[in-house]
């Protein structure tokens, strides 16, 4: 049986990647970028394929995952600075916009797995893992853009 605080880490994981596949999606229909639009649907589907996990990780102990986003100021803050970079067309602040978010997300997995090791067994600590590995390539997208802008400018 797995425990309140279990369900809890795993629900709060799922609140995170619903706010990503909410704002991404959101992202991907206001750019006019190609090349973003595109960045950001993997993203989206990073975080739907993570979702999924997570979700059967809570059903798999008879729970109910949560199908909200979250309320936490960070999240509302990435997204109006990348609503107003995307409005703005400014690819530079969106690309920085979008390395911070996925930065804060390698942060949250890192901590999520070293804060937790007595409250997730072996499956999950491994299926967050791999997620976290998932993540991080999406990150390292994002940096490869940064670095290829940098190195254009």
Known sequence: MT???TVSIL????RIHNDRITNYDIA???STELNLKLMFSTFTQSSKQCNEEL??????????PVDITTTDNNHVT???ELKSSIAGHDNQSII??????ENELQLMYTTILSDNTNNLTTEQFD?????????Q???????????VNKNNN
């Open 96 to 101: 920085a916009s979008c390395s911070s978010a």
């Open 78 to 80: 990435f997204w109006e």
């Open 3 to 5: 425990s309140d605080k």
């Open 137 to 147: 390539l999406d990150y390292d997208t994002v940096k490869s853009i940064t670095s």
């Open 28 to 30: 991907s229909f206001e």
């Open 11 to 14: 629900n709060n994981l799922i």
């Open 127 to 135: 299926m967050i893992h791999a997620q976290q590995q998932l993540i």
């Open 55 to 64: 979700q059967e990780a809570v059903r798999k102990d008879g729970r109910t």
